[in-house]
C-alpha cells in the first residue's frame, strides 16, 4: 500500500518562502504522474503543479514564476518550492501520485500540511 506523506508546512509571512515535502513509502517510485494541488478555506482543492516521470512540469497560472516542482527519484520524495508568498496562497497542500498499470490506473493522496501566509 503506497502512503505519501506531506511536511514542511507552516506559518509564513508575505514575500516568504517554504518548500514542501512529500515522501513516499516503499522502494516503488514509478509513479507516471505527480502534483501538488492546494484547497483554501470554503474553497474546491485545485490544481497547483504536476510533473512527470520525463520531469516535464506544469502550473497553475497563479503560481507560475513563484512556485517549483520537483522530484528526487533516489530519496522517493516529491518537492515543492513556494517563493514569495501571499495570503492567496493560503490552504491546505496535498500531494498526489498516479500509476498507470495494466490493471488500470492507481491514484494516492497524502492527509496534507497546512500553509498559512499572514503578517
Known sequence: ??????SGGGLVQPGGS???SCATSGNDFSFNVMGW???????QREL???IDSGGSTAYVASVK??????????KNTLYL???????EDTAVYYCNAMKVEVGGTSVYWGKGTLVTVSS
Open 48 to 50: 497547483v503543479a504536476t
Open 1 to 6: 500500500q503506497v502512503q505519501l506523506v506531506e
Open 37 to 43: 494541488y492546494r484547497q483554501a478555506p470554503g474553497k
Open 81 to 87: 518550492q513556494m517563493n514569495s508568498l501571499n495570503p
Open 18 to 20: 517554504l518548500r514542501l
Open 65 to 74: 514564476g513563484r512556485f517549483t516542482i520537483s522530484r528526487d527519484n533516489a
